[in-house]
C-alpha cells in the first residue's frame, strides 16, 4: 500500500497543507493518494467536516496498521545496517575489464582476512558503474579509469597499459622490435566496442592511422587469448591481466610496443561520500591501496 506513509502524515500533522508541505508534494496530489487509499481499501478514513477531517474507526485501526508497517520498515533497514556494517556483506560494481583482470585478485586478498564476507558483483560499462556508486546501488566501484566527480571519491590503485599478445607460432614472435604501424591490417581479435580498453586501443588506432584487420570482438579476457591462438590472429590486452601463468597455459607470447606503453589507463576505485561508508566498505578500500603501494614499492 504506497499511499500509506501519507495518510498517516495526514493523521500525524492534522492538516492536509502541512502534511503536504512536509511530504514536499502539492495538496491536491496528496489528497489523491488519501482517495485512492480509501478506494483501495474499500473504506472512508476520515470524516470531512468543511475543513476539519477527523479519524473514522476503521480510519483509527488504518493509522496503528500505518505505524506498525512503519516500525517494520525501520527494524528492517536497520538490520541491513547492522550486517552492512560488521563487515559481513559489499556489494561491488565492476566494469567489464576489471571483473577480469582485478577484482578476483581484490576478492583473495579481502577473503583471505574476511571469509565470511558476502561478496556480490554487479558487471557492466564504466559509466554505467559510476550511475550504480552515485545511486549507492553498490558500496564500491572498480573500474579502468581515473573519474573526476563531486558526488564521489576516486582512489587510484594502478596504471596499466597495452601490449601486443601473439601465439608462440606466430611470424613476429622473434622479430627484434614492433612498430605499431605494423600492426596496419594484422589480423587481430579485440575486446568489445564501448568498454575503456577498446576506447583506448581506437584512440591509438586514429592518432597513427593504423587500422588493423579485426576479425572478432569478444567481451571475455580468457575466450580472446583462446582465441588468439586458435585463428593465428594477435591481440591488444592490458598488462596487468598477462601473467606468465595466463600467457605459458594459453601458448602465447607478449610483446611490447613503445606507443603502447604510452598510453597508459588507471584502475580506480570509487565510493561515496567516506562517512557514509561500511566498515567493510572501508576495510576494503585500505587493503587495495596497502596492496597496490606495495606492489608499485616492489616494481621501484
Known amino acids: 500500500m504506497p499511499n500509506l506513509d501519507a495518510f498517516a502524515a495526514v493523521v500525524e500533522h492534522k492538516s492536509l497543507n502541512r502534511a503536504a508541505q512536509t511530504l514536499n508534494i502539492s495538496q491536491p496530489a496528496l489528497s489523491r493518494k488519501v482517495a485512492q487509499l480509501e478506494e483501495e481499501l474499500g473504506v472512508l478514513l476520515f470524516d470531512r467536516k468543511g475543513k476539519k477531517l477527523e479519524l473514522t474507526r476503521l480510519g483509527q485501526i488504518c493509522y496503528e496498521y500505518a505505524l506498525e508497517v512503519a516500525e517494520m520498515e525501520r527494524k528492517l533497514l536497520q538490520r ?96 627484434p622490435s614492433i612498430d605499431i604501424n605494423e600492426l596496419q591490417e594484422l589480423p587481430m581479435i579485440l575486446f568489445s566496442k564501448g568498454t575503456w580498453y577498446r576506447i583506448l586501443m581506437d584512440e591509438l588506432f586514429h592518432r597513427y592511422t593504423v587500422y588493423p584487420d579485426v576479425k572478432m570482438e569478444i567481451d571475455s579476457f580468457e575466450a580472446i587469448l583462446r582465441l588468439v591462438s586458435t585463428c593465428n590472429a594477435a591481440t591488444l590486452l592490458p598488462k596487468s591481466y598477462l601473467r606468465q601463468t595466463v600467457l605459458n597455459n594459453n601458448d602465447l607470447v607478449l610483446r611490447s610496443i613503445p606507443e603502447l606503453e604510452e598510453t597508459t589507463r588507471t584502475t580506480s576505485l570509487l565510493f561515496g561520500r567516506e562517512s557514509m561508508q561500511s566498515a567493510s566498505t572501508l576495510r576494503w578500500v585500505e587493503k587495495a591501496k596497502e596492496y597496490y603501494a606495495a606492489v608499485k614499492g616492489e616494481l621501484g
Open 80 to 175: 541491513f545496517a547492522e550486517y552492512r556494517s560488521s563487515g559481513k556483506s559489499i556489494t561491488i560494481g565492476a566494469s567489464l575489464t576489471t571483473l577480469q583482470s582485478t577484482l578476483p585478485d581484490l576478492i583473495g586478498l579481502y577473503t583471505r582476512d574476511f571469509p565470511e564476507t558476502d561478496i556480490k558483483a554487479i558487471t557492466g560499462k564504466t559509466h554505467e558503474i559510476v550511475t550504480l556508486v552515485k545511486e549507492k546501488k553498490v558500496d564500491l566501484g572498480l573500474v579502468a579509469s581515473k573519474i573526476d566527480n563531486p558526488e564521489l571519491t576516486c582512489v587510484p590503485l594502478f596504471d596499466d597499459h597495452l601490449c601486443l599478445v601473439l601465439p608462440s607460432s606466430h611470424k613476429w614472435t622473434d622479430k
